[in-house]
């Protein structure tokens, strides 16, 4: 069974503070995704990584995947109070039979 | 012009009810999937249809027992409700292989 281990599982700062979520896993994952959810809707997609070492930034956020594939971190800079939310990791496995394996999430607040 | 819209958004029932949540994608995503998530916000995978074939049962009772006239739709029935099925379940379609989800906005299921 392939587990992924989420860090911290809570999570509250001031708005203009830096944070890092992190994700870990003893599998190797053909891909990582990440994704927030608000309250009462579905998770919403932010990225997909694939290549190990690789480095994405949407805006105030970047996401890394590290090279071995097991495991990613989230960064948000000056973080926002809109930045409030559920952070999912989710890896992805299987080939044909391809399935996400989420982690437990991180709840990110963000106070004004 | 919801992507991937599943109903109902809540559903009360009792004990030994039997019940139905219906799901439609209009992305033209080939692979659809369920999944549970607990009080904990940890999200589960039950089921995943590619092409209205199942490729994915994850040790769910078989009181659970989903089903796909199509490729844009995954419905999912339940019979015998118990206490512990009270949940929200997601409804989620993507592209086969390495690709983010898209997630419906959830079913939450109280049985008491």
């Known amino acids: 069974t392939q587990l992924l281990e989420q860090s911290p599982q809570f999570l509250s700062i001031q708005e203009g503070e830096n944070l890092t979520v992190y994700c870990n896993s003893s599998s190797v994952f053909s891909s990582l995704q990440w994704y927030r959810q608000e309250p009462g809707e579905g998770p919403v997609l932010l990225v997909t990584?694939?290549?190990?070492?690789e480095v994405k930034k949407l805006k105030r956020l970047t996401f890394q995947f590290g090279d071995a594939r097991k495991d990613s971190s989230l960064h948000i800079t000056a973080a926002q109070p809109g930045d409030t939310g559920l952070y999912l990791c989710a890896g992805g496995s299987g080939g044909s039979n391809y399935k996400l394996t989420f982690g437990k999430g991180t709840l990110l607040t963000v106070n004004p | 012009d919801t992507a991937v819209s599943q109903t109902p958004k809540y559903l009360v029932t009792q004990m030994g009810n039997d019940k139905s949540i219906k799901c439609e994608q209009n992305?033209?995503?080939?692979?659809m999937y369920w999944y549970k998530q607990d009080s904990k916000k940890f999200l589960k995978i039950m089921f995943s249809y590619n092409n209205k074939e199942l490729i994915i049962n994850e040790t769910v009772p078989n009181r659970f027992s989903p089903k796909s006239p199509d490729k844009a739709h995954l419905n999912l029935h339940i019979n015998s409700l118990e206490l512990g099925d009270s949940a929200v379940y997601f409804c989620?379609?993507?592209?086969?292989?390495?690709?983010?989800?898209?997630f419906g906005s959830g079913t939450r299921l109280t049985v008491v």
């Open positions: 990584v694939v290549t190990g070492g």
């Open positions: 992305l033209g995503h080939d692979t």
């Open positions: 989620a379609s993507s592209q086969a292989g390495n690709y983010g989800y898209t």
